[in-house]
């Protein structure tokens, strides 16, 4: 049994919690920091260490990054201040915390942690991940594979950025009715839907815990569509997975 501290960044907040990696479960109750403002590189890591000063941790982490992650440099930053683009990013949270860190994007670990212990678990074929939130995040799996770093939350619909239009946090800057929010959504799916054909389609982030509210109200889609099981623990727990499957030698998490 691998015990994990896993960290999820988000836009708006930074959650933390030791993971059993073989039940997926939280073995400690989940902190929460504010995510800061501007999200730096200083002030995240900063925010970081304190969580895991937090649980007077040791071992290793697993973090996410709500951006493109190639081998633990960030890429892109929609949501948190753009000096993070071309940082290594697992160098940096390494020599702040001293713990052996595995980064990878927020979605990715929502997706592997949802495809072991939740929502699609044992589902071959093609099964995408959708993370409605500050942004929208994607992860993409094929027979349980993971193509990582897939950004379909930017794809453009109506000459804007989807995630501009269909995100939780547009529902709320707009002041949007669960009826209007959810043709958006519906919209976005169809396009996603046409571009990919997955036979599952699973709705996560905070969102999915009213999933009541809005999935009966999308029409016209072939995939089915589910809301996560681990709704917003998914990338903590997804985080520790990563760590774990490099501690074990492997290149990510294999299902
Ligand atoms: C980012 C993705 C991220 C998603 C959810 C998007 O703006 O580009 O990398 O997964 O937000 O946080």
Redesign the pocket.
Known sequence: MAHVLGIDI??TGIKAAPVDTATGELTAERQKLPTPHPATPDTVVDVVAQLVQAFDWTGPAGVTF???VVDGVIH?A??LDHAWIGVDAAKTFEAATKLAVTML???DAAGVAEMRFGAGSGVGGTVLLL?L??????ALFVDGVLVP?T?F??IEIRGKDA?RRASELAREEHDLSWGAWAGRVDEYLSHVEALLSPGLIIVGGGISRKADKFLPLLTGLRAKVVPAALHNDAGIVGAAMAADAVGAGHATVRL
């Not at 939130?133 to 994607?138: A, L, M, R, V, Y």
């Open positions: 988000g836009g709500p951006g493109v892109t929609a949501n994007n927020d979605a993370t939130g500050t942004g929208i995040g994607s770093n950004e939350g930017h995630e």
